[in-house]
């Protein structure tokens, strides 16, 4: 499966369910772990539960499954491998804290539009 059509599948996912602030960048050229992250918040726990897991299910239709997801008991930060894409879905005080846009700055934005 291509990845840029399971990128926009995650993305419309994240939309769905009213995503924060979802970024895309492109981190093919600065480093191995994938191609692409995506991070979204979410206002609640319920939320952030229901982004990750409409992730997941859109993702499954694709016939693509997570390689591992970390954090969903807590909440605070999910952690979905999906092998070329990682999503990230935080709560928004641990996305603030964490500022994984400023750490992968050498990654490339990119708009939905550009998927």
Do not use: C
């Not at 499966?1 to 369910?17: H, P, R, V, W």
Request: aromatic share 8%; hydrophobic share 40%.
């Amino acid at each position: 499966m291509d990845n840029k059509t399971a990128l926009k599948a995650a993305y419309d996912a994240i939309t769905d369910k009213k995503g924060e602030n979802t970024q895309i960048i492109d981190i093919s050229g600065v480093s191995v772990i994938a191609d692409y992250f995506i991070v979204t918040n979410g206002n609640n726990v319920n939320q952030v539960k229901a982004i990750a897991d409409n992730v997941e299910e859109e993702l499954l239709k694709l016939g693509l499954s997570p390689r591992q997801i970390e954090g969903y008991g807590t909440a605070s930060w999910i952690l979905m491998d999906f092998g070329g894409i990682i999503v990230h879905v935080f709560s928004k005080e641990d996305r603030l804290f964490y500022d994984l846009e400023r750490i992968w700055s050498d990654g490339k934005r990119i708009t939905a539009e550009e998927i």
